[in-house]
C-alpha cells in the first residue's frame, strides 16, 4: 500500500471544494477533482473510499473547523445573551473568511447526502453551544423550545445574510447586523 502524503490529501480536498463551489454536487466527479488536484483518479481511492466519503469527510472536516472558530472564545463566564452575540459574530466572521467553505457548507447540508453523515462526527463539537441552550434555559433566560429552533431563530438569519453578502456583493452594514441580532435574540429570549 501506497504511503499517504497529507498533502495531497488536502489538495484532493480543496478541489472538491472548488469544483462542488462552482459546478454542483452532482456535476463534480472524481476524475474532475482529481485534475484539479494535480492526482490520478486512482490516487484519490487512497485517501477515501468513494466520491460519498470524500464529500462527507469534507463536510465534516470544515463543520469541526467552523465549531471551532465559532466557539473559541465562548466560557461559561459570558452572560448568556453576551455569549449569543459571541457566537452572532465568530460565525459572520467565519463565513466572511472563509466563503467557499460556507458556500460548500449550505450546498452540501441542503443535499440529501447530508443523510450520509453520523451526526455525532459534527454534533460533538457544538457541545459547548449546547451547554450554553441549557445554561440560558436552566436561567430563565432562554425559552424551553428544542436547540433545533433555537437555531433557526438565531442562527438562520445571519446565514440569510451572509448568503445575500457572498453571492451578491450585498454589504453587511453595522446597525442591520445588529438589529438582525436583536430580532434573533427576541426571538428565543424567555
Known amino acids: 500500500m501506497r504511503p499517504k502524503d497529507e498533502t495531497k490529501r488536502e489538495a484532493i480536498l480543496q478541489s472538491a471544494m472548488v469544483l462542488i463551489n462552482t459546478y454542483g454536487l452532482a456535476h463534480t466527479s472524481i476524475s474532475k477533482i482529481a485534475k484539479e488536484a494535480g492526482v490520478s483518479p486512482a490516487t484519490i481511492y487512497i485517501y477515501f473510499a468513494n466520491k460519498e466519503d470524500l464529500l462527507t469527510t469534507l463536510y465534516v472536516e470544515v463543520r469541526r473547523e467552523m465549531a471551532g472558530a465559532i466557539l473559541d472564545s465562548i466560557d461559561e463566564s459570558l452572560e448568556v445573551v453576551d455569549a449569543f452575540r459571541l457566537l452572532w459574530e465568530n460565525l459572520l ?85 445588529e438589529a438582525a441580532f436583536d430580532c434573533a435574540w427576541d426571538a428565543i429570549r424567555a
Do not use: C, W
Not at 135 to 154: C, D, E, M, S, Y
Open 93 to 177: 466572521a467565519y463565513y466572511l473568511a472563509y466563503p467557499d467553505h460556507f458556500v460548500f457548507a449550505e450546498q452540501f447540508h441542503n443535499a440529501p447526502i447530508v443523510d450520509s453523515v453520523d451526526p455525532a462526527e459534527v454534533d460533538t463539537h457544538f457541545e459547548p453551544y449546547v451547554r450554553l441552550i441549557e445554561r440560558g434555559q436552566t436561567q430563565g433566560q432562554l425559552k424551553n423550545i428544542p436547540a433545533n429552533l433555537i437555531n433557526a431563530f438565531v442562527f438562520y438569519p445571519l446565514t440569510e445574510l451572509a448568503k445575500h453578502h457572498v453571492k451578491e456583493g450585498t454589504p453587511m452594514e453595522d446597525d442591520e447586523l
